[in-house]
């Protein structure tokens, strides 16, 4: 999967991925994510909470992309969130805008580290969840993704034990 975020990354800065981008409700989008990362993750102990708008909310956007950046964002979240450990994801409404959070009482992100956290330089990770180390590019990808379809992508912590939250903004289309 890792060499497939770096390919998609490279075709993205590029302009050669291309973007299937339809009108999508975000709801059954965000759940099919949270499939995707159950599956991955099934034998990793962690308690997810969702909460969604009560009305529906719509993008203009390949869902296939999308579905991408919150599996993405969820399966990070419970690779630095220990056993029994807690993930929140939070959809809020902000003018034309969905605000979507990902937010979890895992290991933290160093200060010092946030301000290149989206960069593609290769970052060695060491998740807390056994797996071997490795070198990602899935939150480059991600922000990328996002900023393709008209969003931003953001991180904060305050700090190491501390947890993290990676904050999605979209463009909402009208109903």
Same mark, same amino acid.
């Given at each position: ?26 709801? #059954?989008?965000?759940?099919?994510? $949270? ?8 034998? &990793? #102990? ?18 296939? &992309? ?28 902000? +003018?034309?805008?969905?605000?979507? =959070? ?6 933290? $992100? *160093?200060?010092? &580290? ?5 960069? @593609?330089?290769?970052? &060695? /990770?060491? #998740? ?7 070198? *990602?590019?899935?939150? *480059?990808?991600?922000?990328? @993704?996002?900023? =393709? +379809? ?6 904060? =912590?305050?700090? +190491?034990?501390?947890? =993290?939250?990676?904050? /999605?903004?979209? #463009?909402?289309?009208?109903?």
């Amino acid at each position: 999967m890792h060499a497939d975020d770096l390919r998609d990354l490279g075709l993205l800065k590029q302009g050669k991925l291309e973007l299937r981008k339809q009108r999508i409700q975000l709801t #059954p989008t965000i759940e099919e994510a $949270i499939e995707i990362v159950d599956a991955l993750t099934r034998y &990793r #102990p962690r308690t997810l909470e969702v909460t969604h708008l009560a009305e529906p909310v719509y993008l203009n956007a390949d869902p296939v &992309r999308i579905k991408q950046v919150f599996a993405k964002l969820l399966l990070n979240a419970s690779r630095f969130t220990g056993p029994d450990g807690y993930i929140w994801l939070e959809v809020a409404r902000e +003018h034309d805008t969905v605000v979507i =959070s990902v937010r979890d009482n895992g290991e933290g $992100i *160093a200060p010092e &580290r946030l301000p290149r956290l989206f960069d @593609l330089y290769m970052q &060695r /990770v060491v #998740p807390a969840d056994g797996t071997p180390p490795r070198f *990602a590019a899935g939150l *480059a990808l991600a922000a990328a @993704l996002v900023e =393709s +379809h008209g969003g931003s992508l953001s991180v904060s =912590s305050e700090g +190491h034990g501390k947890g =993290s939250v990676f904050t /999605v903004r979209l #463009p909402i289309v009208p109903a």
